[in-house]
Structures are given as structure tokens and as C-alpha cells.
């Protein structure tokens, strides 16, 4: 049954999944999603069909921006396309396999060459939240929002409201959904569910659940 539509509700969206996610190896902005990953992205537009999305706004990173158009043609809702919500740029870094990796890339203190500081990403995602915010408040409806883990994850541990006892996800779900209401203070009813995705054939890949 749909949920009750509130204005002000945002419906928090991981990509579907790449070969990147299946071979682990730190993505490009153009990698497309995978077989698996377009039905994945198909069923999360099945569930999200009739949950009165009115708006789009996803990443423009090409694994987002498919995953967001599966989205756009189940419920009709215009889309656009928002640079602040990619993944954190990890430089030099992208195209090459976490297992080649030299240092933990995702260690507080590390700076990838050419690529985002912890603080620049957070930074970031912080002028991604006051955009969607303000989205969302002229949005006579639910708005989706289309992104990646790093980001899912920097939004739900620096602005979002957890539901009692739970903590922050370490992994994100390829095509996770997050239902948040609003407006502030923004409280998550729904935490990085796949429940669109039970039964869907072959084991859950061991990628990061990041970018």
C-alpha cells in the first residue's frame, strides 16, 4: 500500500549496481549499470510508481542518472539532473581496483590525488542538502532524490533523524530506499530497504556499498 503522501517527503535513492560494484574497483563517472543493475532499477520504479514522487533530482553520474530515468518513467515525474549530488571524486584513484589500492581511500585523514578531502565532500553534500531542501519545499509532492552510498551515507549521519536504535549504515544497498520526512527537523521512517529486490536471481555482490 502506498505510504501517506506529505509534502515534504524524500524518497533517498542509492544507484543500481555497475560491473564497478561486481569487479570492486573504484568507479568512473560514466560507468553504466550492469544487467543486474537495470533490474534492480526496474523494480524500485515498480515500487515507487503510485507513492506520489512529483519530482526528480538525481547525480549526474551516468549509474545515477539511469537509475533516476527508470524512476522517471514508472511515475511521470519530471527529472533533473543536480552535479552536487555525485559520488566524492576520489581523482587519481578512479579506474583502478580495491584490491591495487595502496592506502585505505576511505580513511579520515587520506586525500586522494586530485580528487575530495573528507571535509570537501561533506562540504559538498552539505550545498546538495540545502538544494534538495529547497526542492523539496516547492514540491507539491514526494521528491526523489538520486545519488550514491558516500552520499547517502554523509547525509544520514550529518542530517537526517534515525529512527530510535538504529545507527548509520555502513553499506548502502545498490537501489536502497530511504523514506525521510519533512520538513525539518528530516526524520527517516524507512532505512536503506531492498525489500523490491527479494528473490531477484544471483548472490548480493561484495562491493563497498559506497560509490
Do not use: K
Not at 568507479?27 to 523494480?43: C, K, N
Not at 578531502?117 to 531542501?133: G, I
Amino acid at each position: 500500500m502506498p505510504y501517506t503522501l506529505l509534502v515534504g517527503r524524500l524518497f533517498l535513492i542509492r544507484h543500481g549496481e555497475t560491473a564497478g560494484n561486481a569487479l570492486r574497483i573504484v568507479q568512473r563517472p560514466d560507468i553504466a549499470l550492469s544487467p543486474r543493475g537495470v533490474t534492480q532499477a526496474e523494480r524500485l520504479a515498480r515500487r515507487l510508481a503510485r507513492e506520489g514522487i512529483a519530482r526528480i533530482v538525481s547525480s549526474d553520474f551516468a549509474r545515477a542518472a539511469s537509475t533516476a530515468e527508470h524512476v522517471q518513467r514508472a511515475t511521470g515525474a519530471p527529472l533533473s539532473f543536480e552535479p552536487l549530488l555525485q559520488e566524492r571524486n576520489f581523482g587519481d584513484l578512479r579506474g583502478t581496483p580495491y584490491a591495487e589500492l595502496e592506502y585505505d581511500m576511505f580513511a579520515l585523514d587520506y586525500a586522494p590525488p586530485n580528487g575530495e578531502t573528507w571535509p570537501l565532500f561533506h562540504a559538498r553534500v552539505d550545498r546538495a542538502w540545502a538544494r534538495v531542501q529547497a526542492l523539496a519545499s516547492g514540491t507539491g509532492g514526494g521528491l526523489a532524490v538520486v545519488t550514491h552510498g558516500l552520499v547517502c551515507r554523509s547525509l544520514a549521519a550529518r542530517h537526517l533523524i534515525l529512527p530510535e536504535d538504529a545507527a548509520v549504515p555502513e553499506r548502502w544497498e545498490n537501489t536502497s530506499l530511504t523514506i525521510v520526512d519533512g520538513p525539518a527537523p528530516w526524520r527517516v521512517r524507512l532505512l536503506n530497504c531492498v525489500a523490491h529486490l527479494e528473490g531477484l536471481d544471483a548472490a548480493p555482490l561484495a562491493d563497498s556499498g559506497a560509490a
